[in-house]
């Protein structure tokens, strides 16, 4: 039997590793430190029962135990509580945790949960294990071969058709994230969430398109239910998940070839498509591109090249400046060439030629034709009336 332990306190999590080696030395057991942690260990290996902490940075292990019951539905849950969280162990047993423990953890206490749990999976595992890891296998195994299919990729001998006998017709929902970082996490929520959502509202499955995208296929009674599917994930996701994300689905797909060119379609679409909101560390990547134009503004300074500076995507760059600063990445960058062209202009023994090439501009009548849309003069005009304060 397989035991999770996830608390973000080492002392705690390796005391109780100890206390379940010493008394169940037949079980084997995991540390995650965090969330995330303890999402790769649920993925990777088949764990019988977690022991989490309630409060941890990122996410609660209420949170955790709430994503994680559809696709983990065996895993038998128990919540670690200071006294002062009581309130949440308590809704920790109304979600369906098995038990609660306080701290500190009594070694007498850990060890006659852990048994009473033991001779209940046990009692389970003989009843439906083995059919139980059959669907398993073949679960993992359509969203394997779906993933491979709906990149264009070969999918050998394997034949699609018996996997999709139940969705002659089907939608095709894409979660798209922004990150600069891994997000595993992130993958584990989006693929817990949406997975019930399906089950909720219609049938299908889930799979990882790639590092950053989950592919969902669902089939629904009507587009109405598709949109009520669609609204709920977006509450949820945006409720979770602490990375810009985007969803996008597709129209009615009656027949499986087209899926290939309908997942690259709603890849072209994300580039133009609004994420749904923006991490907290947006206003820094934000402040560090502002930084980065006000040091070589006379170069040429395109937004791709800015959003690559922060390690973001050009078009989740876009909508966060504009966002964070309330100008457009363009109208900033004129902007603050025209200023700098203003303070030039003062220099009479600057020609105009050299006041544009020092702010960027290598084209003088491009220079001219926006600092005229800006100020309502020519730069030399502004230079001859004395140098005032631009006329608009």
């Not at 008394?23 to 029962?49: C, D, V, W």
């Not at 696709?71 to 098995?98: C, D, M």
């Not at 587009?223 to 994300?245: C, G, M, N, Q, W």
């Not at 100020?375 to 631009?390: F, I, L, T």
């Amino acid at each position: 039997m397989n035991i999770l332990i996830v608390d973000d306190e080492t002392t705690i999590r390796e005391g109780i590793q100890r206390t379940l080696h010493n008394r169940f030395p037949q079980y084997r057991t995991f540390q995650a430190s965090n969330p995330e942690e303890a999402a790769g260990l649920l993925r990777k290996h088949h764990i019988h029962i977690v022991l989490t902490d309630i409060l941890m940075p990122g996410m609660t292990g209420l949170e955790l135990m709430r994503i994680s019951r559809h696709t983990h539905p065996h895993v038998k849950w128990v919540v670690i509580s200071a006294y002062s969280e009581f309130a949440y162990a308590q809704e920790a047993v109304r979600l369906g945790a098995k038990d609660y423990l306080l701290k500190p953890i009594g070694k007498d206490a850990l060890t006659e949960m852990i048994g009473k749990l033991s001779e209940e999976i046990a009692r389970e595992i003989g009843m439906m294990e083995e059919t139980e890891l059959l669907m398993s296998g073949r679960k993992y195994l359509r969203e394997a071969v779906f993933q491979r299919f709906a990149s264009g990729l070969d999918t050998g001998r394997i034949n699609l058709e018996p996997f999709m006998e139940s969705h002659p017709s089907f939608y095709l929902i894409m979660v798209k994230m922004e990150s600069d970082k891994a997000v595993n996490l992130e993958h584990f929520i989006i693929e817990n969430v949406l997975s019930e959502l399906i089950e909720k509202h219609g049938r299908g499955f889930v799979a990882i398109h790639d590092h950053k995208s989950m592919l969902g296929l669902v089939t629904v009674s009507s587009e109405s239910t598709l949109a009520a599917l669609l609204d709920e994930l977006r509450k949820h996701l945006i409720r979770y998940l602490k990375v810009p994300f985007q969803i996008m689905h597709s129209g009615l797909i009656e027949h499986f070839d087209a899926v290939p060119e309908e997942v690259r379609r709603l890849g072209r679409a994300s580039t133009t498509q609004v994420y749904e909101h923006y991490s907290s560390g947006g206003e820094r990547a934000v402040e560090v591109a502002q930084q980065y134009i006000r040091t070589h503004y006379q170069e040429d300074l395109s937004l791709e090249k800015v959003a690559s500076i922060v390690y973001l995507n050009p078009v989740y760059f876009s909508q966060l400046f504009k966002q964070k600063t309330g100008h457009g990445f363009k109208e900033y960058v004129i902007q603050l060439r025209m200023e700098k062209a203003e303070q030039l202009l003062s220099n009479p023994k600057l020609k105009l030629a050299e006041v544009a090439e020092r702010i960027g501009y290598q084209d003088m009548r491009h220079f001219s034709t926006v600092f005229r849309k800006k100020y309502g003069v020519s730069p030399s005009e502004y230079r001859q009336s004395g140098m005032k304060a631009p006329l608009s």
